[in-house]
């Protein structure tokens, strides 16, 4: 009978330890909870992760799907969050006083907090970003620095981008415009794209092509059929490594950036490991970790000095702290917009 009862005893004590156990349910892209990272901050907080890998839609799906519930953070792309905030509520504002705002790019934080703004509060901070900008072939094109070469007359038939609204927003740079700015204003929108279109119109002769497949590009970039093209960041690093001619560079105008985040749904049950999680990934040695591993670059203020050699000179050489600070981020676009601009793409497309 003894034996029966402290048996209970102890299964009611391990239940009770179970019960009391802490646990962060991560909603994100894979890669971006690397194990080791998590086993250290399991190890530190005695907070278990459990995570599940997703992607934009399929975040937006899920949350939609329980009014907020069922995850304690998200890592949805900062133009993914305002609109689907304002209409369907799946996430809450952020209490920055839990965030350790040292340990983030000052610049990149506001633009996060600015573009994830509703009703007067931000929903997110920066984890990883990327960009758009100029893939050169420095022996064929020497001294490019801007939009404008993708329509410079001196690069006939070795110019390549994708017919794609990256393009109709850098092209307007190039012009002038800040395509941004001009969101809320859909008249002068229209007017932006019309001359926009009839530049590029214009300029189908200086292209090879329209690229659609990222490797059909480098290999037109190794075979220099292209000097000049639009394409990510990481598709100059890669040719870099094969050819110290060929490099990706921001353009004067600003490169075109993408930034993925942490949000915090709106019914999540462990807010306090939410915020958790992202201070201890953000420190510089734990993002600078990621960075190795992933080759993406992170928010993190010094994570570069914990980043691999090789991973680290690619982003030192094409992101100093100025070309960063002029990075132009991607804010919300409005629906209304998508639609214009895919006539005109289809505009220039059929011109001949």
């Avoid at 975040?59 to 993914?80: E, N």
């Avoid at 740079?173 to 700015?181: M, R, S």
């Avoid at 200086?206 to 292209?226: C, H, T």
């Avoid at 691999?308 to 960063?324: L, Y």
Wanted: glycine share 6%; with cysteine; proline share 5%.
């Amino acid at each position: 009978m003894k034996k029966i009862f402290v048996f209970s005893l102890f299964a009611l004590f391990l239940m009770a330890g179970a019960a009391q156990a802490e646990t962060l349910k991560l909603l994100t892209w894979k890669g971006y909870a690397p194990q080791k990272v998590i086993d250290a901050f399991e190890k530190e907080t005695g907070i278990d992760v459990e995570v599940t890998f997703s992607n934009n839609e399929e975040m937006i799906a899920k949350l939609r799907a329980t009014r907020g519930a069922g995850f304690d953070l998200a890592q949805p792309s900062q133009d993914r969050i305002s609109s689907v905030q304002a209409k369907y509520k799946i996430y809450q504002p952020l209490d920055y006083s839990k965030i350790d705002a040292s340990l983030f790019i000052p610049s990149m934080l506001e633009a996060v907090k600015k573009n994830t703004l509703v009703n007067g509060a931000s929903h997110a901070v920066p984890f990883c970003w990327g960009t758009s900008g100029l893939i050169i072939n420095s022996d064929k094109a020497a001294g490019v620095d801007s939009w404008k070469a993708l329509i410079d007359p001196k690069f006939k038939g070795r110019v390549s981008y994708r017919l794609k609204r990256p393009t109709l927003i850098a092209m307007g740079f190039a012009l002038g415009y800040d395509p941004f700015a001009l969101y809320s204003d859909t008249k002068a929108y229209k007017a932006m794209l019309d001359k926009i279109a009839e530049t590029l119109i214009a300029a189908k002769p200086i292209v090879k092509n329209y690229w659609a497949n990222g490797d059909s590009l480098l290999e037109s970039m190794r075979s220099q059929e292209v000097f000049v093209a639009m394409a990510w960041d990481a598709g100059g690093w890669k040719l870099h490594g094969e050819n110290k001619a060929i490099d990706f560079k921001a353009p004067k105008e600003g490169a075109l950036g993408w930034i993925d985040t942490f949000a915090i749904p709106a019914k999540a049950k462990n807010v306090s490991a939410a915020y958790k999680w992202i201070n201890f990934i953000m420190k510089p040695e734990n993002a600078g970790y990621f960075s190795s591993q992933e080759k993406y670059a992170t928010a993190s203020a010094d994570a570069l000095k914990f980043t691999d050699a090789a991973v680290r000179a690619n982003f030192e050489r094409s992101f100093p702290q100025d070309v960063i600070d002029n990075i132009k981020w991607y804010p919300p676009v409005p629906a209304k917009l998508e639609s214009i601009e895919g006539k005109v793409l289809d505009k220039i497309k059929a011109a001949n």
